[in-house]
């Protein structure tokens, strides 16, 4: 196995691990501020952070490149709005008790990814890989008419936007951090503007007479920073259908969480698909190590 597949292989599972488990923490942690003020603390630290980060890498010389690509900036605005649906139906999940349902979404996501893999970059589907997403569909099957009875809206927006998230960024040629960058800055005058908006009306938790609160909600920058710097990183190593099998170790620590540590239902039936999945990406993780 070559080493740059080795380093994108590690770079998303360690994204995939932080978003399932540290990244739950601690969302569910600051969610009583309101899923609202949460979200837009996120676009907002998350922005202030890329800044700083460019500042240290000396790197603005490379992002005022970037931005005189025009075909590049669409693509990157397309991109911002995609990942800022995902972070504001996944902390309205969070804040609401829908773990589990967001969780569902990121079991879908991989599917979509392998298949948008194959279609924009054709990524190889050999028979493993088939008997994999097959198994994958079959425990998605088993949940909706078992368990879930129709697909979640939440898990399916969540699916969805992060699926198309990582193909438009997989087609662009841009610094990760970089890219990341210039989708916030997209975001930031929406996010200030709510920000503004609810400060105005006094509803707002961020406050410098509570600096602990304060400081602690400014860490949803590096949260966010971080684990996507390191899957959006592996997806430009290894590509999507790789990267999107990988990623199940997120909705899989999700459902751990929900069930162990947020009381949330985790029946029979579910336990029975979270095997079915796994060995789907048993399965496929022995085929990459094969071809790889």
Same mark, same amino acid.
């Given at each position: ?8 292989? %590690?770079? +998303? ?35 202030? $952070?890329?800044?700083?980060?460019? +500042? ?52 879908? $996501? ?56 990582? %193909? ?6 841009? /610094? ?28 707002? /938790?961020? /406050? ?14 590096? $949260?966010?920073?971080?684990? %996507? ?13 790789? +990267?999107? $099998? ?21 029946? %029979? ?17 022995? /085929? ?5």
């Amino acid at each position: 196995m070559n080493s740059k597949f080795n380093k994108g292989l %590690l770079l +998303t599972s360690l994204g995939s691990f932080w978003w399932g488990f540290i990244g739950v923490i601690y969302f569910e942690y600051v969610a009583f501020i309101g899923h609202v003020e949460l979200v837009v603390h996120r676009c907002l630290w998350t922005a202030v $952070m890329l800044i700083l980060t460019t +500042t240290f890498l000396s790197k603005w010389s490379i992002f005022l490149k970037e931005i005189s690509n025009k075909k590049k900036l669409l693509a990157l605005l397309i991109s911002g709005f995609l990942i800022f649906v995902n972070w504001s139906i996944w902390i309205y999940a969070v804040a609401t008790e829908r773990i589990i349902d967001a969780s569902f979404g990121y079991f879908i $996501m991989p599917i979509i990814s392998v298949l948008l893999g194959y279609i924009f970059f054709k990524e190889e589907l050999n028979k493993k890989r088939i008997y994999s997403i097959l198994l994958v569909l079959i425990s998605i099957f088993i949940l909706i008419i078992f368990n879930l009875k129709s697909l979640p809206w939440v898990g399916l927006i969540v699916a969805f936007s992060w699926a198309f998230y990582n %193909l438009v960024r997989k087609k662009i040629n841009i /610094d990760t951090d970089i890219g990341l960058l210039i989708e916030s800055l997209y975001i930031f005058p929406f996010a200030f503007f709510v920000f503004y908006l609810i400060s105005k009306t006094g509803l707002n /938790d961020f /406050d410098i007479h509570n600096p602990g609160l304060s400081l602690f909600l400014i860490l949803a920058g590096p $949260m966010t920073v971080i684990p %996507l710097f390191l899957y959006v990183r592996g997806v430009e190593l290894i590509g999507l259908g790789p +990267t999107g $099998m990988i990623f199940y170790i997120t909705p899989t620590l999700q459902f751990i969480l929900g069930y162990f540590y947020y009381g949330e239902d985790f029946s %029979l039936v579910k336990f029975g698909s979270f095997i079915i999945i796994w060995i789907a990406v048993i399965i496929y993780i022995n /085929d990459l190590y094969e071809k790889n």
